[in-house]
């Protein structure tokens, strides 16, 4: 993973809310949340929480006397993270560091981190600390993206560029959100991080928008693929946006579009 795959900030925070949550993110949050809830946590740890898609759904459904910390390790999008979210004082926000977590050891019932160890420079560092600040018997919930080609829009806008940028073709999407579908290779590192009860549910949805244009947007505006698009070409990002408005046009329609999208669902006991 490149150093600026990590960076979500400018206008890119407003823009994922507005334009990924829904397009991509919401049925997913809604099931982790759902699992998270199931088990009737006391304390539980939020990784990753980008714009608070997963917050939203699941302290609705924690318990009054439940404590719930929320974190990730860019301040801009746990801000933005934080405006969205009533006001709950069981939840705590705080700026941290997937690999080094600032938390005492064994305190927590459920780690729970949404489409954030694709990011992590050291997976199987950022599960030992999961595995670190669990209690006995707690769980650690998270999912991943499935491989570029079974998330359509996502593959879609990657092919659009290609054909934009024939020789530095901007692969963000590719690498880091849809690098790490390999489901042996995640088993083997939640065991080499200590997890010995594993479970990897491969789950797929359906991303919806009112029209090509949304996805587009999304992608390119709402991810550090804006980043990679305007670093090749000053200006460009507004006619890249177009172009894959286009491409997905042409597969999907003018109209409403839906397509594919699939991740994998993992929950580790430790």
Request: proline share 7%; charged share 25%; hydrophobic share 45%.
């Amino acid at each position: 993973m490149q150093e600026a795959d990590k960076v979500f900030a400018g206008s890119v925070p407003e823009n994922y809310d507005r334009y990924m949550v829904p397009l991509i993110f919401e049925p997913y949050a809604a099931d982790l949340a759902q699992r998270a809830a199931s088990l009737s946590p006391n304390a539980v740890l939020e990784i990753a929480a980008g714009t608070g898609v997963v917050t939203r759904a699941l302290a609705p459904n924690l318990s009054a006397g439940a404590s719930y910390v929320v974190t990730d390790l860019n301040q801009s999008m746990l801000d933005y993270a934080a405006s969205r979210q009533p006001p709950d004082s069981r939840i705590k926000w705080r700026q941290a560091d997937a690999l080094a977590l600032p938390f005492e050891d064994a305190v927590f019932d459920v780690v729970c981190c949404q489409f954030g160890a694709m990011f992590f420079p050291d997976r199987p560092a950022g599960y030992r600390e999961a595995r670190r600040v669990l209690k006995p018997g707690g769980h650690f919930l998270f999912n991943v993206w499935d491989r570029i080609e079974e998330n359509v829009f996502a593959n879609d806008v990657t092919n659009a560029l290609a054909r934009i940028f024939p020789n530095d073709p901007p692969r963000f999407l590719a690498r880091t959100p849809h690098g790490y579908h390999d489901t042996a290779l995640i088993r083997g590192e939640l065991e080499g991080a200590g997890f010995s009860r594993l479970m990897i549910e491969t789950k797929a949805e359906q991303s919806r928008a009112s029209s090509p244009r949304l996805p587009a947007v999304a992608y390119c505006q709402g991810t550090p693929l804006r980043n990679e698009i305007e670093a090749r070409e000053a200006g460009k990002l507004d006619a890249a946006t177009d172009y894959a408005e286009a491409a997905i046009a042409e597969r999907h329609g003018h109209g409403e579009v839906a397509a594919k999208i699939q991740a994998h669902v993992i929950v580790a006991v430790t």
